[in-house]
Structures are given as C-alpha cells and as structure tokens.
C-alpha cells in the first residue's frame, strides 16, 4: 500500500504558509494496441465417433484386456469367448476329412480296377462333376442357413433397438419438460441457477443419448436389409447349384450307361459318395474355422474405451453391448449461443476452447456447423465445435467453455479498465501533467474487462494516473512514486 508523504512544497496566502498537500501515485505511458470483447458460452464434450463392439460368437466370455478409459489402437483385441467347443469341433472335423479323403482315394482305386481305363475316365469327370455340383448345393444350403439366422438376429435388434429408441425419447421429453419448467422457475426467481444448470445438462445428456439410440435403430435396420440381401443372394445361388447338379447328373448318367457291368456302376456309385461326403466335410471345416477366428473381438478404431458390459468367465449379452469406442483423435463440443453474437460466427471459424478438467492451458476449436433457426423453447442456437484431441487429454463428458469474438479494434488506444473512473455520469481519467493531475473526459470503446479502449480523450504517449486515480482532483500536486 503507498501511504501518503509530507509535502516538500508550500503555497503561499496572506502572511501564512500553508503547505501544499502531494498524493503519490504510480503513472503509465499510454500505448496502442489492439483489443477485444469476448462471449462465452458452456458446454458438453461428446466423441465425434462412438462406435458399438458386438460378438459374431455366442457364449462365455474368456478373457477381457480392456477397460473404461484405456486407449486402443485399431486391430487390438478387447475380449475373447470360449474356444474349447469351437476348437473340439475344428479338431473334429480335421480328422473327418482326412478320413474322408481317404475313402475318396480307395473309392477311385475301386473304380479304376471296375472298368475300362477310356469309359473309367469319362466316369470319374462325370463324377468329379456331379461331387462340385453336390458340393455347390451344399454351400448355398449352409450360406442360406447362415443368412436366416442372421436375418433372424436382425430382426431380434431391431426390437431391443425400437424399445430402446422409445425409451431415450421419452427421457429425452421428460428431460425436456424439466428443463422447460426449471426455466420457468428460475425467471420467477424460485428454482437457483445451479438447478437450472442441472437442468441444462440432463437435457444435454439426454439429447445425446436419444441420438445414439437413434443412431443404432438405424444401423439395426440397415443391418436386417444387409442380411435379407444376403439370403436373397444364398437363395438364388442355391437355384443356380440345384440347376448345375441336375446338369451334372444328366451327363454322368449319360456317360455311366456305357458301363459294361453292375460293378463297375458300383463302384462309382462309391466314389460319388466318398466326394460328396469330402466335400460336406471339407464346408463344415473352412465354416468352423472361420467362427474360431472370431472369438478374438477386435477394435475397428483407435479411441479410447467408452462403456464396458462384460466380465470374464460370465455369458455373453448383447444388450447392453459389450464395449463402446469413442474416436480419440477429435471430440465434438455444442453449445447454445444467443442472437447478439449467431451473425458473427460462421463454419470454419477458429475459437478457444477451455476444458479445465483436461488442461489449464486452453484448446483451438473450430466451427463446424451452425444451426439456421433458433430453438423454439430457448431462443437459441446450436454452434457445434470440434477439438482437436491428439494429446488424448478430452474425454467426453467433461465441460467445456467456448469463446466466440463479440468485438475487435486494432491500433487503438487501450488503457487499465481500473484508470477509467465515473464522475458526474462522465467517464473520467487522470493524467500526470508538471507533477499535477489533469482530469480529462474520456470516451469508451471496447470493454474486455482488463483493459478498455479509449476512442476520445486521450492519446498514446500520455501519462496516465493508475495507482492512486481514486485520490486525486483536477490540479492537485502529485508525487510520481516509481
């Protein structure tokens, strides 16, 4: 604190030196510099991606190597099912087809000693013919199998998705109700802000959740198109492997009625079975392996884990699903923003964002989306914000305060907002002119707060009074305290 000093000088009246009073101050030499107002408006971060980890396996789940919060990178594993089955059921059907291809091999030896070599030959392409038919129809009976069940899982989504689409929307409306209520409450004055803000957040909360689950009724449903497609596809390649087995036959029986004997026609017989038995074999197992592979649930992004549903050693559910994604590389904030600052912001526009949660230091957003209308319930508009997030220090959930320009001045005169003083319904400053204080009206500008421009009144290179302004009168002596 700078206390008042003795005065070094005196003024003289009549016979009686009276001395003159100096109050210490501190001055600045008034500068240019460039100034600005700013808006700021709170907000929710979301992920710009959240992606839903489901299993193609049904079962008891072995291992989880994740958990909420961890980042992953694309192609890493979260969870493993129970393999045993699968496995037995791989080493199963191995050793059938090694026995298979066995019999295959004396099948064709039973031929050949049968019959003649010129007949035996067109017999064994007839029915090497007729195996591949066989084992065409075979193919397309196990990938219509494979369709209707996934129609029929489908169909199973699409109802678990409907109820949970209905039952976000109506949260969202109850959401909604309160929010609208406590607003109504809080312009009373009987519900507090934090209520009101409380209120804000669960509509937030809401609306993204009413998203999502919109989001998965429709994925659900693009889903039941892709499988119904895929059956529509199996149906008609099963025509197309009926139609070729027919032909197939057709030749073999033509061929076949050169045969000189019963036991050749047996022998043949043999070996169409053992390569239509091979073949059902050698489907079963490329299927079965393909169902082993998948017991290693993998990550189709890199992000950072978003919800987890599953525990070791317990049954697989789908419902809530096993894992969320939420992408790591960018996060998306939105905010309600008023019509005295809509016209100024624009898709592409960089602005700070502060996320303290995450980081002291603020972040750089940029616009990406502005709404056209106004909310019909708030008088608002939705400016939506992406982050970039390649420190990986935003998680989604955190609030967020976004910063948006309401006015700017370059090369203007800019003082302390603390120097400019009301007097009289003026604004006022005090400038250090032969160690006296001058007052001088001033006119203002642009307030950030900190600082405040001077449009008239003073100029740069004035000295302004800014410790002690609140002491001194137009004239008084002053003692420059540096």
């Known amino acids: 604190?700078?206390?008042?000093?003795?005065?070094?000088?005196?003024?003289?009246?009549?016979?009686?030196?009276?001395p003159e009073r100096e109050v210490p101050v501190n001055v600045a030499t008034v500068a240019t510099g460039s100034i600005r107002s700013e808006l700021s408006?709170?907000?929710?971060?979301?992920?710009?991606?959240?992606?839903?980890?489901?299993?193609?396996?049904q079962g008891m789940v072995d291992e989880v190597f994740v958990n909420v919060g961890d980042f992953i990178h694309v192609n890493d594993p979260l969870f493993t099912m129970d393999a045993v089955d699968l496995?037995?059921?791989?080493?199963?059907?191995?050793?059938?087809?090694?026995?298979?291809?066995?019999?295959?091999?004396?099948?064709?030896?039973?031929?050949?000693?049968?019959?003649?070599?010129?007949?035996?030959?067109?017999?064994?392409q007839a029915s090497g013919g007729v195996a591949q038919a066989e084992g065409g129809v075979a193919q397309a009976l196990t990938a219509i199998a494979q369709s209707e069940t996934a129609v029929a899982q489908a169909q199973a989504n699409i109802e678990q998705s409907t109820l949970a689409l209905a039952q976000a929307q109506n949260a969202h409306d109850m959401a909604a109700q309160s929010h609208s209520d406590t607003e109504s409450l809080f312009a009373a004055g009987v519900a507090t802000r934090t209520q009101l803000d409380q209120a804000e957040t669960g509509l937030t909360n809401a609306q993204i959740a009413l998203e999502q689950a919109n989001n998965n009724y429709h994925i659900t449903h693009l889903a039941l198109e892709q499988a119904q497609t895929s059956l529509a596809q199996a149906e008609s390649s099963h025509a197309q492997a009926e139609t070729a087995l027919a032909q197939a036959i057709s030749t073999y029986n033509?061929?076949?009625?050169?045969?000189?004997?019963?036991?050749?026609?047996?022998?043949?017989?043999?070996?169409?079975?053992?390569?239509?038995?091979?073949?059902?074999?050698?489907?079963?197992?490329?299927?079965?392996?393909?169902?082993?592979?998948?017991?290693?649930v993998r990550s189709p992004i890199s992000g950072v884990i978003g919800s987890r549903n599953v525990e070791p050693q317990t049954m697989l559910l789908q419902n809530p699903p096993p894992f969320t994604v939420v992408s790591a590389e960018a996060v998306l904030v939105n905010v309600e923003v008023t019509q005295i600052v809509i016209n100024s912001i624009e898709p592409g526009q960089e602005v700070m964002v502060s996320i303290r949660a995450a980081a002291a230091e603020q972040f750089l957003g940029t616009v990406s989306s502005v709404s056209p209308a106004a909310n019909e319930m708030t008088s608002t508009f939705t400016v939506e914000v992406?982050?970039?997030?390649?420190?990986?220090?935003v998680r989604p959930g955190m609030f967020a305060e976004v910063f948006f320009i309401r006015d700017y001045s370059p090369n203007t005169v800019i003082v302390p907002r603390g120097a400019v003083l009301a007097e009289d319904g003026e604004s006022v400053v005090y400038l250090a002119v032969d160690n006296r204080a001058v007052r001088r009206v001033v006119t203002t500008g642009i307030d950030s707060g900190v600082e405040i421009e001077i449009v008239e009144g003073i100029a740069a290179g004035d000295l302004l009074i800014?410790?002690?302004?609140?002491?001194?009168?137009?004239?008084?002596?002053?003692?420059?305290?540096?």
Do not use: H
């Open 1 to 18: 604190m700078i206390l008042p000093i003795a005065a070094c000088t005196t003024a003289v009246s009549g016979d009686t030196d009276v």
């Open 41 to 57: 408006f709170a907000g929710q971060v979301r992920a710009a991606d959240n992606i839903i980890i489901t299993s193609r396996v």
């Open 87 to 124: 496995q037995n059921n791989v080493n199963s059907l191995q050793a059938q087809l090694t026995a298979a291809e066995t019999a295959v091999t004396a099948a064709r030896t039973g031929v050949t000693q049968a019959g003649g070599a010129g007949i035996q030959q067109q017999i064994l």
């Open 254 to 296: 033509i061929v076949s009625g050169a045969m000189p004997t019963e036991t050749v026609q047996r022998a043949q017989d043999g070996l169409s079975q053992a390569i239509a038995q091979r073949d059902s074999i050698a489907v079963n197992l490329a299927a079965a392996r393909e169902r082993l592979d998948d017991v290693v």
């Open 386 to 393: 992406a982050v970039d997030n390649s420190s990986g220090l």
């Open 466 to 482: 800014v410790t002690g302004q609140t002491l001194v009168t137009d004239g008084v002596s002053i003692l420059i305290i540096e």
